[in-house]
């Protein structure tokens, strides 16, 4: 056992970090489905969304960039594909210039899965400069706020935005935020003025911040970082991206723990030793 232990010891750290390496990939490669948890507020964010009738008016607010599409882009996916399922009118948008692009790509991949048509089923307007200003805008006159798409397609007679004339016409919102201009700018300029439901989504680093807009009724729901991607794929019944992310961490965080409990079985074994040699 002591000569299994000293070995064990002075193994090749490289190893190691093989060990870590495949934890993290196998799953992502190959998910294994762990059991999920699934939160109240995810919940929440689902049944509203379920009792939609179809054609409600959806709209989705990126309000996010490249850096955090690990967390938001699985939750946008997510959501946009029990909103297809649901078939619902979809209008996204975005207040993150550097996210625009992104998230054009989410609607499109979301919508060629169930044979959306831009335009008739969904729409994605872009950026627009101005933040909690453009949102007070749209409360009043969506087609002054954005009178042409993402595509330059002009908005006004868009079967999608056929009877929406502003927020109040909206039947739910959400805003998925990766800072200050997402969730809390929604509902200062816009749901505290224009009485629409909305939800959030957010980064696992400031979800923790947004629990007292959760427990006071101003969001009647929030999705907190891949985790809770994660439960919300396992809503829908698709399991992706999140689902696979939160394997790895589980399988990572296995290995660690195991190698962390050997070595300490191997100090203890060894400590003997050492001390006769003292």
């Known amino acids: ?14 190893i190691i970090f093989l060990l870590i390496a495949a934890a993290t990939l196998l799953p992502l490669l190959q998910p294994f489905g762990l059991p999920i948890k699934v ?24 309000d996010f960039d490249p850096s955090s599409k690990p967390e938001l882009e699985p939750q946008a996916v997510a959501l946009l594909r029990h909103a297809f399922r649901k078939n619902l009118r979809v209008i996204g948008m975005t207040h993150w210039l550097t996210g625009t692009g992104l998230a054009d790509g989410v609607f499109s ?32 006159d969506l087609y002054t706020a954005f009178p042409s798409d993402y595509s330059k397609t002009p908005t006004r007679d868009m079967p999608v935005l056929e009877g929406v ?17 997402g969730i809390e700018m929604w509902y200062v300029f816009g749901k505290d003025k224009y009485r629409f439901e909305m939800a ?31 439960e919300y794929e396992t809503l829908i019944g698709r399991k992706g991206m999140a689902v696979a992310g939160m394997d790895a961490q589980s399988a ?23 001390g006769k040699q003292v």
Request: charged fraction near 20%.
């Open 1 to 14: 056992m002591k000569a299994f232990a000293r070995r064990m010891i002075g193994i090749d750290r490289r």
């Open 39 to 62: 939160s109240p507020e995810v919940k929440a964010v689902y049944d509203h969304i379920e009792k939609l009738p179809e054609r409600s008016v959806f709209l989705i607010s990126f």
């Open 109 to 140: 991949t979301a919508a060629a899965e169930y044979g959306k048509v831009r335009g008739k089923d969904f729409v994605f307007l872009g950026w627009s400069p101005g933040g909690g200003a453009l949102i007070i805008a749209m409360g009043q």
């Open 165 to 181: 004339r502003n927020l109040r016409d909206v039947n739910y919102m959400i805003s998925l935020a990766a800072g200050s201009s």
């Open 200 to 230: 959030g989504g957010a980064t696992g680093v400031i979800a923790p911040g947004l629990y007292p807009f959760l427990r006071s009724g101003q969001i009647n729901g929030l999705i907190g970082g891949l985790q809770g991607a994660a």
């Open 252 to 274: 990572t965080h296995f290995v660690i723990i195991v190698l962390v409990v050997l070595c300490n079985v191997f100090y203890f074994t060894l400590r003997g030793d050492k």
